[in-house]
């Protein structure tokens, strides 16, 4: 099955235009060096002369003489000017591998042109192995396609071509391999392009196919396969040639069965092509034309969709003519009747008009029940959520307040009682020095609901326009729509950004995935980069504000160093997003879409702390309630992402059961699945509107995952809504478990993703908003089917998204902290699994829904974690930041903890949970000493719970002085905080289920020994 689905590909003649079609020519040719007679061009528009670096051999070629490159640095560099066409064009040569077989590994270009992000390759890759041409961007793959490697001594014919939509390869003639669907327009011009071998690869394309990432992944395995330093790799090139356009296949054959003068002069004419792909479940198609050759400038060429035998249907759509050739053209076949029609495309040129013959059929399907469903999409304010209440500028929900004072941005967020802004949300602008900010003069609530407020205004900001628009949801998401119109004239702009200014107390903490830190850091500056930048989280341990945005359309100019920064004064802690950052002529509107979501989004359950995942085995039914999710034993292990169980499952088996999906298992039916073309039938069917663009499919080895990411803007979502729907009325399930549920980058246009910049490119963009709603109507079914006890997990991996997770019952995360820079060094969790990534992605105290650990503490992360010793070092963080639901690869060593806490009870209601980072701790560790003196090295905090009449203090010592031994800390208490009453209080170790004695109470000081890097678990009640 082609990853592609094409309802019909037809290559037919167009009369008139066919003949219209110029021959292959020597204006075709921009390039050519046969190294017959030196390693200069034979004929070159630009700069004919070849600089040598290294040292190139002439040796006898497939016909004269050949250009042989033995070591890495041997090259040929060539000026790019005149002798590179980067829209669309053509690379022909001829190669031959002196010493490499097919089965060694190498990355070796024999074609390269660089420039600062943009890479153009036409090489051996070191994986998959292969000779490949494509395109790399910053690091990472656009797209490539590829050949086999031939046998040492052989000589083979690559024709390696690439327009608009489209890369093809050519090998002895014949085409090996065709990718579509991307966007290829190599856009920033290199100085020069090189044959030969480069020294090391470019960093601008990606370590897994130069071989790269092993020096930093497995430096000792890359010094095993010497990477970078292959003994072999010598090849010779011959017959080089570069093209202004894309070749024909007819073009591409006769370059190789002529010498090249020959081909130029043999008359031959590339014919046609015309690609239609249906989009079954979104009713268009789209419409791709190759002419054949380059149209000149003024052609039009138009699509249109007519019944059998003719008849017009009025439905029609261009084909831009671009330097790149034809962009695609979409067709929206809703409003026609189902069934099954015809393409027929004109090209006009001045005012002579010629008709294609009927191209391709295209149908419009019928619609299906999963396509139109509605389920789960009440506009109704959710379970465990209030409703919201908008009157003038001040919208009120749950634990939270926004101000619109005059304004479409909010003036303040009062969160738990607390300002968080130092100043109101805006935005500035500099010119010729001179620094504006945004003046609003209308501004009005538009509507409101209990589930959504809108606010509308205008203003401007120096020579701007602006409109705004925010849209306020019952769960604090706010989703901010801007215009910025400079009116038709001109506007220069040096700077254009926005400004979150917190108050400091209410901003120590700052997190991205990528940061590896959760502290505040002033002065700190970054890129905005999709999936890790575009969503910054900002506040303290128990409240947040989120900044999140989709795309990076209109942030100027592109990979902008300083998009993100922050700053520090001493009334403020300002987070920048900096929209333009160098000089600019704002000439036409544009939009942007940005969100902020204040969190905590609602209160936990009232028993909450008794919620457990497989971390615990002995259940007391009166305080305990399980969550456990299925995973290696549930139906997800058999069709990951396929909701609906097929094949006789049994469907009995998962009545009351919490079972797995994800969105990035799409298409495989289970995960050891080999078969690149085994999908379920829904993907055999709308793969190509449903997948992620660039394509991700990772084939796992046992027991690994066979992957295949959603586009979550696509219509599966519409299809996974549906099936959710039908599973719980089914099955009586009684929950979900998301697994690395994280929406990927997309581009996908068939799904209405990505954008086109300014270069003529498609970008992706990061569809948040789309998988919000996919998780809200998920929320919505499961808890109308178990209103009492149904349960949404979510693993985030660590990139907490607040707008999705609002929509869900667990956060369940700690996996990061499985990834190879972080495995915990000789199982040291106080090193690893450090306070501030508790703070801002564990604890979830900021963001509401109750937090799950998964534990990574397991011999295939580290062998040293199963240690008591270091057991009890997750225990002490898991204990001092209010985390009770622990899952995933556990050691069972757990069970003694739950074991002691219960003779303490957690569970019950009454709990309070008395944290080391409130600024007036109920309980401070305060010093740790031995008797000869102060432990000044190591680290010491203490939190409490309390519940009526006695108080839980933990108190955790890290100490790099490992061979120390036991200090006595004192604990500065708050009785009034702790609940206990003046007068004598007495101390018991919980540990021993308060049967031991551990610590005294002199005055409000609590004196209690603790061990090396380990924690105590003291019971404080009054004496009697």
């Known amino acids: ?214 020096l930093k992944d497995a430096p000792q395995k890359a010094v095993e396969m010497r990477i970078g330093k292959e003994p072999y790799g010598a090849y010779a090139l011959d017959e080089v040639a570069i093209f202004n356009r894309a070749l024909s296949a007819e073009e591409a054959s006769e370059v190789h069965e002529r010498p090249l003068a020959q081909a130029l002069t043999s008359g031959v004419k590339g014919q046609p092509r015309i690609l239609v792909v249906n989009y079954a479940s979104s009713a268009k198609a789209r419409v791709d034309c190759d002419p054949g050759t380059r149209l000149p400038e003024g052609t039009t060429v138009v699509a249109e969709v007519v019944k059998p035998g003719g008849v017009a249907t009025g439905l029609r759509t261009p084909l831009s003519l671009t330097p790149g050739g034809l962009d695609y053209g979409y067709l929206d076949l809703k409003t026609l009747p189902p069934g099954k029609y015809e393409v027929l495309v004109t090209a006009r040129q001045g005012a002579r008009e010629m008709r294609r013959s009927a191209a391709a059929t295209v149908e419009r399907v019928a619609p299906e029940e999963w396509m139109t469903n509605t389920y789960g999409n009440e506009d109704v304010v959710l379970p465990g959520f209030e409703p919201l209440k908008a009157q003038g500028p001040t919208v009120t929900l749950w634990g939270r307040t926004y101000r619109f004072d005059n304004a479409f941005l909010p003036t303040q967020v009062v969160n738990q009682g607390q300002a968080m802004l130092a100043r109101p949300v805006n935005w500035f602008l500099s010119v010729d020095g001179n620094t504006q900010s945004l003046q609003v003069d209308t501004v009005r609530l538009v509507s409101s609901s209990p589930t959504r407020a809108v606010y509308e205004g205008k203003g401007r900001l120096g020579g701007l326009i602006v409109n705004g628009r925010t849209t306020v949801e019952y769960d604090g998401f706010m989703k901010c729509e801007m215009t910025f119109d400079s009116g038709g004239a001109p506007a220069p702009v040096e700077r254009l950004w926005m400004e979150l200014a917190f108050a400091p107390a209410q901003c120590v903490n700052l997190f991205h995935p990528t940061r590896r830190t959760g502290l505040w850091t002033a002065d700190w500056k970054s890129p905005l980069t999709l999936q890790t930048t575009n969503v910054l989280t900002l506040g303290t341990p128990d409240v947040c504000l989120q900044w999140l945005t989709e795309s990076d359309e209109h942030y100027f100019p592109r990979g902008n160093l300083e998009a993100l920064q922050t700053l520090e004064t001493p009334e403020a802690r300002v987070l920048r997003t900096i929209v333009v950052g160098a000089p600019k002529q704002i000439s036409k509107p544009f939009h942007l879409t940005f969100a902020l979501h204040a969190g905590p989004v609602r209160p936990r359950p009232v028993d909450w702390r008794g919620w457990t995942l497989n971390g615990r085995r002995y259940l007391d039914p009166a305080k305990h309630t399980s969550v456990r999710y299925h995973y ?240 009890r070092k997750l225990w002490a963080m898991l204990l001092t930041h209010d985390i009770h639901a622990q899952g995933g690869f556990t050691s069972g060593q757990e069970e003694l903890r739950y074991f002691w806490l219960d003779a303490f009870d957690l569970t019950d209601p009454q709990v309070k949970f008395h944290p080391y980072w409130s600024p007036n701790p109920a309980a401070k560790a305060v010093r740790g000493y031995w008797p000869n003196g102060d432990d000044k090295l190591a680290r010491l905090w203490a939190v409490a719970y309390t519940k009526p009449g006695k108080a839980l203090i933990i108190i955790v010592r890290d100490s790099p002085n490992n061979y120390s031994g036991p200090i006595t800390v004192e604990v500065q208490l708050d009785r009034k905080q702790l609940g206990l009453p003046l007068g004598p209080l007495h101390c018991t170790d919980l540990e021993s289920l308060c049967r031991a004695t551990k610590g005294v109470v002199e005055g409000d000081l609590l004196k209690v020994p603790v061990e090396v890097d380990d924690f105590a678990a003291v019971v404080v009640t009054p004496k009697k």
């Not at 640095?73 to 066409?85: E, H, K, P, Q, V």
């Not at 979830?844 to 974690?865: E, L």
Request: proline fraction near 6%; hydrophobic fraction near 35%.
């Open 632 to 871: 290696f034993d549930g139906w997800w292990c058999r069709a990951p992402g396929d909701l609906i169980p097929r094949e006789g499952f049994p469907l009995e088996q998962l009545k009351d059961r919490i079972d797995g999906t994800s969105m990035h298992f799409g298409g495989f039916r289970h995960f050891e699945e080999k078969d690149p073309q085994k999908r379920l039938p829904e993907w055999e069917k709308y793969e190509s509107e449903w997948e992620r663009i660039p394509r991700m499919i990772n084939l796992g080895t046992a027991p690994g995952w066979c992957e295949q990411y959603v586009d979550t803007n696509s219509t599966w979502g519409q299809w996974h809504i549906y099936n959710c729907h039908r599973l719980f009325q089914l099955t009586g399930m009684r929950g979900l478990y998301y697994d690395d549920w994280m929406p990927p980058v997309s581009m996908n246009p068939a799904a209405g993703s990505g954008y086109v910049d300014e270069t003529g490119v498609r970008r992706p963009i990061y569809p948040i908003f789309s998988q919000r709603e996919l998780h809200r109507r998920v929320y919505a079914i499961v808890h109308k089917a178990r209103p009492k006890d149904g349960v949404v997990i979510i693993h985030t991996a660590s990139s907490i998204l607040l707008p999705i997770v609002s929509f869900c019952d667990i956060i369940y995360d700690g996996e990061i902290l499985g990834w190879v820079d972080l495995v915990p060094p000789e199982g040291d969790y106080f090193q690893t699994y450090r306070n501030d990534l508790f703070q801002t992605i564990f604890a979830c105290r900021q963001y509401g829904p109750v937090p799950g650990f998964h534990d990574m503490t397991c011999s295939a992360y580290s062998p040293a974690a199963l240690k008591m010793s270091n057991q």
């Open 1 to 214: 099955m082609n990853a592609l689905r094409v309802l019909t590909l037809s290559i037919v003649a167009i009369p008139g235009l066919a003949t219209s079609v110029s021959a292959l020519d020597r204006q075709d040719l921009l390039f050519h060096a046969s190294f017959d007679k030196s390693f200069d061009a034979d004929f070159a528009v630009g700069d004919r002369t070849a600089k040598m670096e290294g040292k190139v051999e002439s040796v006898p070629g497939h016909a004269g003489q050949a250009a042989r490159f033995a070591s890495k640095g041997d090259l040929l560099r060539f000026a790019t000017a005149g002798n590179m066409s980067l829209p669309q064009g053509a690379i022909s040569l001829l190669v031959c591998e002196m010493d490499t077989t097919s089965e060694q590994r190498i990355w070796n270009p024999y074609f390269q042109l660089r420039s600062e992000s943009q890479v153009l390759n036409l090489a051996r890759l070191w994986q998959p192995i292969g000779i490949y041409g494509g395109k790399w961007e910053n690091g990472a793959k656009v797209g490539m396609v590829g050949a086999e490697v031939g046998a040492p001594h052989t000589w083979r014919h690559i024709v390696f071509t690439w327009r608009q939509h489209e890369l093809r390869m050519f090998c002895d003639g014949k085409l090996v391999a065709t990718e579509c669907n991307q966007d290829f327009v190599f856009s920033q011009p290199g100085g020069t392009f090189t044959l030969g071998r480069p020294s090391r690869p470019t960093e601008l394309a990606d370590g897994f196919h130069t071989g790269e990432h092993l």
